[in-house]
């Protein structure tokens, strides 16, 4: 049982450069989340899905898009990437949009120059 | 005012004691609370979760939940090394979308 993972787990980006990370859980959770976690900042809710086939932005969506591609899956977007999107970047997933617990997975360490 | 507050720390116990971590929160409609520990570099992990007010135990950890004074706390007994780690309180005041983090303490447990 994997939980939830993402991919990758680094990368560098230079300023303009578009690339997607990939979320997937085995854990037939309905919702899926990604949060951006920079230092002082806490963990930032960027877009959510609360169910299949539903996206919805969060605190700081400018500059990313999702897709939820099917139940199992959830992706980030950064068409154009930017210097102040380096962070580390975590998908998370949990049975459903209520107080149910999140699972998160391992993170994306991004940097932009 | 940032709407979930943690001390920063470092918070250094030594091995045994008891690790007492705190949180105060904005929002008076929020609903359930979390607390996450986090090892470096690693993603965060749910180690309690509190949804009234009192004391919550679950082996060597009790929450504690006071909505009056809006404030939840992390107990942590017969403190380990292995403790030592980023403890992030999250607050839900509707919906996992709305669930807010705080920038968390970390913890140092001294052998």
């Known amino acids: 049982n994997a939980g939830v993972t993402q991919t990758p787990k680094f990368q560098v980006l230079k300023t303009g450069q578009s690339m997607t990370l990939q979320c997937a859980q085995d854990m037939n959770h309905n919702s899926m989340y990604w949060y951006r976690q920079d230092p002082g900042m806490g963990l930032r809710l960027i877009y959510y899905?609360?169910?299949?086939?539903?996206?919805d932005k969060g605190e700081v969506p400018n500059g990313y898009n999702v897709s939820r591609l099917n139940k199992r899956e959830f992706s980030l977007r950064l068409e154009s990437a930017a210097p102040s999107q380096t962070s580390v970047y975590f998908c998370?997933?949990?049975?459903?949009?209520?107080?149910?617990?999140?699972?998160f997975g391992q993170g994306t360490r991004l940097t932009v120059v | 005012q940032k709407e979930v507050e943690q001390n920063s720390g470092p918070l250094s116990v030594p091995e045994g004691a008891i690790a007492s971590l705190n949180c105060t929160y904005s929002d008076r409609v929020s609903q359930s609370f979390f607390w996450y520990r986090q090892y470096s570099g690693k993603s965060p992990e749910l180690i309690m979760s509190?949804?009234?007010?009192g004391d919550k135990e679950d082996g060597r950890f009790t929450a504690q939940l006071n909505k009056a004074s809006q404030y939840v706390s992390l107990l942590i007994r017969d403190s380990q090394p292995s403790d030592s780690a980023t403890y992030l309180c999250a607050v839900n005041s509707g919906g996992y979308q709305k669930v807010t983090f705080g920038t968390g303490t970390k913890l140092q447990v001294i052998p």
């Open positions: 998370a997933s949990a049975m459903d949009n209520l107080n149910t617990e999140a699972f």
């Open positions: 509190i949804y009234s007010n």
């Open positions: 899905s609360a169910s299949e086939g539903t996206t």
